[in-house]
C-alpha cells in the first residue's frame, strides 16, 4: 500500500478506535480489531434474522391453519344456504 493509501486508512481507522495508530503493525492491529468488531455485529444480527424468520414460518404455519377452518366453515355455510334455498333438492 502505498504511504497516501496508509495515512487514508490510518484516519479511517482513528475514526473507528479514537487513537491514530504510529506504525503500520498497529495500524493492521487496530484493522483487524474493528474487523472482529464488525463481524461479530454482523454475526448477532444474522442469530437474530435466523430467529426472527424461524418465528415467521410458524406464525405462517399457523394462519394457514385458521384459513383452511374458516374456508372449511364458508364451505359447510354454502350447503346449508343452498339447503335452505331448496328444501326439496
Do not use: W, Y
Not at 482513528?14 to 472482529?36: C, I, Q, R, W, Y
Not at 384459513?67 to 355455510?77: A, F, G, N, V
Amino acid at each position: 500500500m502505498c504511504p497516501a493509501g496508509l495515512a487514508a486508512a490510518s484516519m479511517r481507522s482513528s475514526n473507528v478506535t479514537g487513537f491514530l495508530p504510529s506504525t503500520a503493525g498497529e495500524l493492521l492491529a487496530s484493522m483487524h480489531k474493528d474487523t472482529e468488531t464488525r463481524f461479530t455485529q454482523l454475526a448477532t444480527a444474522a442469530e437474530k434474522n435466523e430467529q426472527r424468520t424461524g418465528q415467521f414460518m410458524e406464525t405462517m404455519n399457523r394462519v394457514g391453519c385458521i384459513l383452511e377452518i374458516h374456508d372449511s366453515q364458508i364451505d359447510d355455510h354454502d350447503q346449508r344456504m343452498d339447503r335452505l334455498e331448496r328444501p326439496g333438492a
